[in-house]
């Protein structure tokens, strides 16, 4: 037996199910427990110890990527604040007309870092992640045009989380360098930025500014905390345990085998998938959420109720929000902003007005989120596609803005009233459910086969045995629906502004009680746990 | 002071309350009686709740190795003891304590005989945590049963009334015949928990004074020399008796090409029939079981046998 | 001030800028919105604005926006 197995390396991969027995009445409680126990001082490595414990536990040997990464985040962070430093007492005993040359060439250096550090992250990243894809890709265009040059596909073991701490990671020596952050020469603090085990498997991803020193200076466990913090994972069981666990083997026959159903089933698929995954992602969230509240940290939030969005630009404001936060503010508006962008959307201006001319500038940023967003996902065509799609979507959008506006106008339309708002919404929400059907769909072939099967066959006729491959009757459906009309009542009071949590808590004691009692034995007995299902681990953590 | 200790109880009177729905619902979970209608899981090996008590000599646990291949009322009929099997699909060794002690609630067998291919099938540590939980409160193991839930759920005792005719054992009459398959590749490895659910097993099984044999059931996919050699060792370290049929496939009588349904994965009927006469004529040359054959208390055995051997053939 | 409002009501004549302190984070203004905003204010008021100075802070309200300005302007 190796000495990593007798540690334990990479025996529970299924901690990363944070609605598992392992994680909920193991891991945390222990943690929870250590966490209590130790001196004042000591709380934030028990963070700290906790974390690389669970990544140890989940990813074995694979955790030499997290300590690379956050050493590499350490020392590129110390370099760039020295040369930060360096170029501002240079230019401050220049007069002020000598000083362009000499910050110019001081940026090229500090540019220069920043692109190795960045290349090694996200070369690291790619590798990992997209080097078969890539080298996949490689190997067809050979075939295609008649090479028979093979290149051998390597194949790496990911490492859990990578595509987030590796953006979290960036994000840090991002700020570090354009100032927004001092660099932290507290490495263990750093680390637990990095490392902090709720929000490692699949985010929500953070910005040091935020949340490392809310971290670092932890305070003691109080018992409010621990409940909202319970409370709030238990509101994230019943939203995976119940509806997307329930849903996952009928959306897994549906997409396996689509040739087997109807058009009709393909459109029940994509919409299924579509609230499978939003109930798992953001029951997941809950449940790092509630976590980091128990132990007095918080987080920020992952969505905000994206299927009340009226535009797929909202959409995208509410839905993964820290993803669509980091990629604006680090890809998006410096590439936008940048000098050639700037110096285009001066000239495109005078052409084409002030509502236009910035687009071409903001397309091609645009364009380039997009195709990170979608790769970021996963390698894959399909992927590829998804980002099109919604890049397509968007910048039609703004397009087109202005006209729909006139026409409103013109028609005595206001956009703003209820009808016209249910009807923006549940078009934007359609958009989004065939936006998931490329997205889960196996390859960017079957889904447009499915997609063109739905519209060209919009049937729901199956066989008696694949129906039965759905592993879905009557009852099943009944739940869900009861379920997710819970959900949306709670995200109506919410998206109103009032909090569900707040007026639970002024509740007397016996109503309080009762309520916790009914969504505990709710999901006790809706949920699609036990030897009749399949453990499903949360989607995003394979990102 | 005071808020600390007012937080203290309330947080001890959640928890008691939870506990106390946790009994209600599970006594309105618990299926009320053995049978596929009532709601009952694993509808062969429950049978056994069903047996007039201390009427089976011989309690056969383990997994799909084990319902495939041995056959309680062919022992009956060629050697007169009564056996039953409690296996079930992928029985891990935790459920096999359990269903050791449900099967012993009402019966005093004279020999266990366990299937070694539970010895590899891997326990986590959240399911041996779970283990006693679940015992506790079958809510959890039952909760799927709302969806036909009956009125007498709420207010009848379980009354376990239905008796399984082939007491345990899964018939299976189609033929797809072993080609070449991999033997089962990993090193035989036990690990901690396994091993102390089988400790757990052997000493249940010493207190009772009931002797425990293990065997391997033949099988050309789940087993290996690597499995052997564990297996062996494992029954030399509970003190219990080991037997390997898949050494013995000639003296069985084994023909891979007719007597398997999967592919040598498991036996059908043809070659459960043979894996059984052979085993039988074993148990009765090593262990003193008794014959019932032409006592009156025992018909029901002549007559299942009757009827299912006569399906078989 | 009032040019501010007059190059905000240009872009999105749909929205009362004067009413909303929440620009940014109840989503009126969209990314593609805000390019077009930062183009004009920086041609209008002569000030470079970077990337880094493009967060809710700054763009909430006409208020914020304003100081921004008026920030990036003595900063020269």
């Not at chain 1, 427990?33 to 000591?42: E, G, M, S, T, V």
């Not at chain 1, 490392?195 to 490392?212: N, S």
């Not at chain 1, 939003?278 to 509630?290: H, T």
């Not at chain 1, 590829?384 to 006209?403: E, K, N, Q, T, V």
């Amino acid at each position: 037996m190796a000495l990593s197995e007798l540690l334990f390396a990479g025996r529970s991969p299924l901690l990363v199910a944070f609605f598992s027995v392992g994680y909920l009445f193991m891991f945390l409680p222990a943690v929870a427990l250590a966490f209590c126990l130790a001196p004042r001082r000591a709380r934030r490595m028990v963070l700290l110890g906790a974390s690389y414990v669970f990544y140890w536990l989940v990813s074995g040997t694979l955790i030499a990527y997290l300590l690379a990464t956050t050493l590499s985040a350490h020392y590129f962070g110390l370099w760039l604040d020295r040369l930060l430093r360096g170029r501002d007492e240079a230019l401050k005993a220049l007069p002020r007309d000598q000083r362009k040359p000499l910050r110019a060439q001081w940026q090229r250096k500090i540019r220069g870092v920043v692109a190795l550090a960045v290349v090694l992250h996200v070369g690291v990243l790619a590798l990992v992640k997209y080097s078969g894809f890539f080298l996949g890709n490689v190997n067809a265009l050979m075939e295609a045009v008649g090479l028979s040059l093979r290149l051998r596909i390597p194949a790496y073991l990911q490492p859990l989380g990578i595509s987030f701490f590796t953006l979290q990671a960036l994000s840090y020596i991002l700020d570090v360098c354009r100032g927004t952050q001092k660099a932290d020469d507290n490495l263990p603090r750093l680390a637990l930025f990095i490392a902090f085990f709720p929000q490692i498997v699949e985010g929500p991803i953070c910005r040091y500014g935020d949340t490392a020193a809310r971290l670092w200076d932890v305070g003691p466990m109080n018992l409010d905390d621990v409940k909202l913090g319970l409370q709030r994972i238990l509101y994230g069981a019943m939203k995976k345990v119940v509806i997307a666990d329930r849903l996952n083997r009928m959306v897994g026959a549906l997409f396996k085998t689509p040739d087997a159903y109807g058009g009709g089933f393909v459109a029940l698929a994509a919409v299924c998938y579509t609230v499978q995954l939003y109930m798992d992602f953001s029951g997941s969230m809950d449940a790092v959420c509630g976590t980091a509240q128990m132990f007095g940290v918080a987080m920020p939030e992952n969505f905000q109720r994206p299927f009340f969005a009226r535009t797929i630009s909202e959409f995208w404001q509410r839905w993964h929000i820290t993803l669509g936060a980091w990629l604006r503010d680090y890809l998006f508006y410096p590439i936008s902003t940048s000098g050639p962008m700037k110096a285009l959307t001066l000239k495109a201006r005078k052409r084409l007005g002030n509502h236009y001319g910035p687009l071409l500038a903001g397309a091609a940023a645009l364009f380039l989120v997009w195709l990170c967003n979608g790769l970021w996902h996963g390698a894959g065509w399909n992927y590829i596609f998804f980002g099109m799609y919604h890049f397509a979507l968007i910048l039609s959008g703004s397009l087109a803005a202005p006209l729909l506006r006139a026409a409103g106008d013109r028609l005595r339309i206001d956009g703003e009233r209820l009808p016209w708002r249910i009807a923006r919404t549940l078009r934007t929400c359609a958009l989004v459910v065939i936006g998931e059907l490329f997205f889960r769909a196996e390859t960017l072939g079957a889904g447009l086969h499915m997609f063109g099967r739905m519209v060209s066959d919009f049937s729901f006729s199956a066989k008696t045995a694949a129906l039965r491959e759905l592993h879905f009757d009557r009852y099943d459906a009944v739940i869900v629906l009861v379920t997710l009309a819970i959900v949306f009542a709670v995200s109506l009071v919410n998206e109103r502004g009032a909090s569900v949590r707040a007026w639970l808590k002024a509740r007397p004691t016996a109503v309080r009680w009762a309520l916790l009692y009914a969504l505990i034995f709710y999901i006790l007995i809706f949920g699609a746990y036990g030897h009749d299902y399949d453990a499903v681990i949360p989607l995003y953590a394979n990102y | 002071m005071r808020q600390s200790v007012k937080s203290a109880l309330g947080c001890a009177g959640f928890i008691l309350g939870l506990v106390a729905l946790l009994a209600l619902f599970s006594r309105v979970a618990l299926p009320k009686g053995n049978s596929a209608a009532d709601g009952m899981p694993n509808v062969p090996a429950s049978g056994i709740d069903a047996e007039p008590p201390g009427t089976i000599d011989v309690i056969f646990v383990g997994d799909s190795e084990c319902y495939y291949t041995f056959m309680p009322l062919l022992l009956w009929r060629e050697q007169g003891f009564t056996s039953y099997v409690c296996a079930t699909p992928s029985q891990t060794l935790n459920q096999t304590v359990r269903w050791l002690r449900r099967a012993c609630k009402n019966q005093s067998p004279k020999l266990i005989v366990l299937e070694t291919d539970a010895l590899y099938t891997g326990i986590n540590y959240g399911d041996a945590l779970l283990d006693p939980v679940e015992r506790a409160f079958p809510l959890l193991e039952h909760h799927n049963r709302w969806k036909d839930l009956r009125w007498r759920d709420f207010w009848a005792e379980p009354e376990y009334r239905h008796i399984v005719r082939d007491k345990g054992y899964v018939y299976n009459d189609e033929t797809v015949a072993f080609e070449t398959a991999a033997a089962a590749e990993d090193d035989g490895y036990v690990g901690r928990l396994r091993s102390a659910y089988l400790r757990q097993i052997g000493d249940y099984c010493r207190e009772h004074g009931i002797p425990l044999l293990l065997v391997s059931a033949p099988s050309m996919v789940t087993w290996s020399d690597a499995r052997l050699v564990s297996a062996s060792r494992a029954a030399q370290s509970l003190g219990a008796d080991y037997l390997d049929l898949n050494a013995l496939s000639d003296e069985i009588g084994l023909d891979w090409r007719n007597d398997t349904f999967d592919q040598g994965y498991h036996l059908n009927v043809s070659g459960a029939t043979k894996a059984t006469t052979y085993f039988g004529q074993y148990l009765s040359r090593h262990y003193s079981l008794p014959d019932h054959r032409g006592d009156k208390a025992y018909k029901a055995w002549n007559k299942a046998a009757k009827k299912a051997l006569k399906d078989a053939i | 001030m009032e040019e501010l409002i007059a190059i905000l009501e240009d872009i999105r004549p749909d929205i009362d800028f004067a009413a909303h302190d929440d620009l940014i984070d109840a989503h009126l203004l969209d990314s593609l919105s805000i390019l077009s905003l930062v183009a004009q204010l920086e041609e209008t008021f002569d000030i470079t604005i970077p990337a880094v100075e493009i967060i809710p802070k700054n763009l909430n309200s006409v208020e914020a926006m304003w100081a921004m300005i008026r920030r990036l302007e003595e900063a020269g």
